[in-house]
């Protein structure tokens, strides 16, 4: 059992002990109630105090029983809690550090509460699409309040105790001490003070009203309609505070229960459950394991002073790491530095950074021609121009001066990081750092791992990664890595879709609607069709046999690269974002149409969809198969975090799961027909068919 019981006097102690959180998995329900069958049993006891041991009051449910069925096995955290206020004699909650989720409803069923100052609380189930399912719908507003319950509970953010303390008329803390160090003996005196109190006070004996309740959460309702979207979560908070203030303590439970039941089976809450576990399971890299010896990075150099550069650097100086960029001129540094100048400026101007952390922080930055003043950098990432002649000279400098140890990553994005590291001696301290654009406020790095890429070198940049606060994914070597490489398949889908009939603007608006920010043509047009349109030629020269709409070619024959142009798939006002449909874009479609000649018909919203996606799942599992990615869970993060996938979906592979992946089978046989697309693509992978065949899908979930 994960909790222990002993006796001090007339008071015995419960003590939580489930590292790293004292999360309430089975073992640690068992051992409350077990303490407090103890604790009833023995005359020479009291009072009783429950607290935590190490790091935490407690985090909550158990991370380690999630999606299991040992998550609801009795005694569940609902009878705990009940075990709990039954008790004949008082319990007093010590709480320190961390009371979140099921821990503060265990709180909330004790008799009396003492907090330490500074301990975070909070009902973070909202962030799993869920709402607090133990109570804390019903009893945290009894005791702060109903408007102030309603704030935490949809918005799940951690409160400090002193600011929950402060609430007046509050009766969630009966004493607040100022260090965790006097905790135990304040909780241990307050339980000795109450030894004899009879009846117990519980929260669920409590008021629960609100003065003009049916005004209030009528607005409130509303308000977090608008705000929550796709999500059902927390207007359904919203609904269990309300029952609440109406029903008698029990209903209110059982309806709290009910709804948390049904958020359970939606795919919203599933979405966001795997996103709990897909996030942190990035870091994990099958073959490096945790204890892997990391390399110290203290000092990192960038080369290349542009939009990639700049943006790299930024991370650093922002985490309190020196960075000095190399560049051939002093023009191209002094414009580099200007754009960073600028970003930080706008930050101050608008409050969110103060003048003395910026200058503090633009003095960790220096600027350098030469590469013997960058040869003692720990970290050294490269992002001049995406020309292999250019990485070879960059990279042959590098292994000239840098230190022994030194790790040389390439932020190249289409480029073959093994042949990079091959313009080396030392292969093994070569790896990709792929950011994404901009690069100081997209949360994904791809880290691409190459064949000689040593194990400490990946244990290394992967902790880099979290400092610098991305989510880091790792990719094996192959053209466009995981994200760019799927990516093609889904704007190729989308030039076959134009072939076939369909218009940008109703693509667009599809997969808007489905959930992507952006659909593809707004996407080209923000980035400049130009740039695809190089990639195309470099990467079809030599490969006639690949298909694709050559429509996007037609465009860029035109000029129009986009916004920059002021023209690109759709036209645009002088100076403004807004796309308007182009008549000009119309026309050179239907003359494309005409010269590809292959039959018009409608396309649907949900083929549009369908098709895209798809796609993307199609190439993944390829992707997957190659062992280019370890997981179909960090496939879903790099689309989360790098392009704008919709959150409430889960990721592309969670999505395809969600559909189930004998229909996504069944609609590829569908598109490989048409008559405009690449049948042969549409071959479902291998993976695919191996895990319908066996009744299985990507992330596992159900
Ligand atoms: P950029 O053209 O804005 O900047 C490149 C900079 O490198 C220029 O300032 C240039 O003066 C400098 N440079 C060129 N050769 C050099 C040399 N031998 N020594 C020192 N400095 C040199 O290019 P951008 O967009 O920043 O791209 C840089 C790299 O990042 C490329 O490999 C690109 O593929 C990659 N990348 C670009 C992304 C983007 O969205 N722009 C996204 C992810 C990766």
């Known amino acids: 059992m994960t909790a222990h019981y002993e006796v001090r006097g007339d008071v015995a102690v419960i003590t939580l002990d489930n590292p790293p959180v004292n999360g309430l998995g089975l073992s640690t329900r068992l051992g409350i109630v077990d303490g407090l069958e103890k604790a009833n049993a023995d005359a020479a006891v009291k009072s009783i105090v429950l607290t935590g041991a190490g790091k935490a009051f407690s985090g909550g449910a158990d991370i380690k029983e999630f999606g299991s069925p040992k998550a609801y096995q009795d005694p569940n955290l609902l009878s705990v809690i009940r075990a709990v206020e039954n008790a004949d004699k008082p319990v007093v909650a010590a709480i320190h550090s961390v009371a979140m989720g099921g821990g503060l409803e265990l709180a909330l069923g004790c008799h009396y509460r003492v907090v330490a100052a500074g301990t975070k609380v909070a009902l973070p189930e909202v962030k799993l699409g869920l709402i607090p399912g133990a109570g804390g719908t019903q009893r945290l507003p009894r005791v702060i309040g109903v ?86 979560a927390p207007v359904k908070c919203v609904d269990a505070v309300e029952a609440g203030t109406k029903m008698k303590f029990e209903q209110g439970l059982a309806n709290e229960r009910e709804i948390f039941i049904n958020l359970m089976m939606t795919p919203e809450c599933r979405a966001l459950r795997h996103i709990f576990v897909a996030d942190r399971a990035t870091s994990k890299i099958p073959d490096v394991p945790s204890d892997t010896p990391k390399r110290d990075i203290q000092k990192v150099a960038v080369i290349g002073a542009g939009t990639m550069g700049g943006g790299i650097s930024m991370n650093f ?9 190399l560049e051939m001129t002093q023009e191209a540094l002094d414009r580099g530095v200007g754009v960073i100048r600028k970003n930080y400026e706008a930050r101050v101007k608008k409050g969110k950074l103060k003048q003395e ?138 030039g076959f879709m134009l072939d076939e009939g369909a218009s940008p603007e109703q693509i667009d608006k599809a997969i808007e609607k489905f959930g992507f920010a952006m659909g593809p043509f707004r996407m080209g047009d923000l980035a400049g069709n130009d740039i695809g349109w190089a990639i195309r030629k470099r990467r079809y020269v030599d490969k006639p046999e690949v298909r694709y709409s050559a429509s996007a070619d037609r465009l860029c024959e035109l000029g129009r690269f986009g916004q920059k142009t002021g023209a690109g798939w759709y036209d645009y006002a002088p100076g403004q ?37 798809f796609a993307m799942v199609n190439e993944a599992a390829h992707i997957l198969e190659e062992g280019i990615a370890s997981k179909a869970s960090d496939i879903d993060m790099v689309y989360l975090t790098g392009y704008g996938f919709p959150i409430f979906r889960g990721g592309p592979m969670r999505y395809a799961d969600e559909m189930g992946l004998f229909n996504v089978v069944q609609a590829m046989k569908r598109f490989a027909k048409n008559p405009a697309d690449d049948g042969a693509f549409w071959t479902p992978a291998p993976l695919i068919q191996r895990l319908v065949a066996e009744g299985k899908n990507f992330t596992g979930q159900l």
């Open 577 to 613: 974002r807004k796309p308007i449909p182009s008549p000009v874009v119309a026309e050179m479609l239907e003359k494309h149409r005409a010269d590809i000649g292959v039959p018009q018909r409608k396309i649907s919203d949900e083929e549009i969809v369908q098709r895209l996606v």
């Open 147 to 232: 408007e102030a319950a309603v704030s935490m509970i949809v918005s799940g953010e951690a409160m400090n105790a002193e600011m929950l303390a402060a609430i007046p008329g509050q009766k969630l803390f009966d004493e607040v001490v100022m260090s965790a160090d006097g905790l135990m003996d304040a909780a241990v005196k307050l339980a000795q003070k109450v030894a004899d109190v009879r009846p117990l006070p519980l929260v669920s004996k409590l008021p629960n009203k609100h003065p003009q309740g049916d005004a209030y959460f009528q607005f409130t309702r509303n308000m977090v309609k608008g705000m929550a979207k796709n999500f059902p």
């Open 317 to 325: 100086l922002n985490a309190g790491i020196p960075v000095t960029i």
């Open 357 to 494: 952390k910026y200058e503090a922080t633009m003095a960790l930055l220096s600027t350098t021609l030469a590469y013997d003043d960058i040869k003692d950098a720990d970290l050294v990432i490269e992002a001049v121009f995406e020309e292999m002649g250019v990485k070879e000279k960059v990279f042959k400098q590098l292994d000239a001066v840098m230190k022994p140890g030194a790790i040389l990553a390439s932020n190249t994005s289409t480029l073959d990081v093994d042949k990079i590291a091959s313009f080396t001696q030392r292969p093994h301290d070569v790896v990709g750092l792929h950011f994404f654009s901009p690069a100081n406020v997209m949360k994904l790095l791809e880290v691409v791992r190459g064949k000689a890429t040593a194990k400490d070198v990946m244990a290394t940049v992967m902790a880099v990664g979290k400092k610098i606060k991305k989510t880091t994914v790792v990719s094996g070597v192959c053209d466009g890595f995981i994200g760019n490489r799927m990516i093609e398949q889904y704007s190729r889908q989308a």
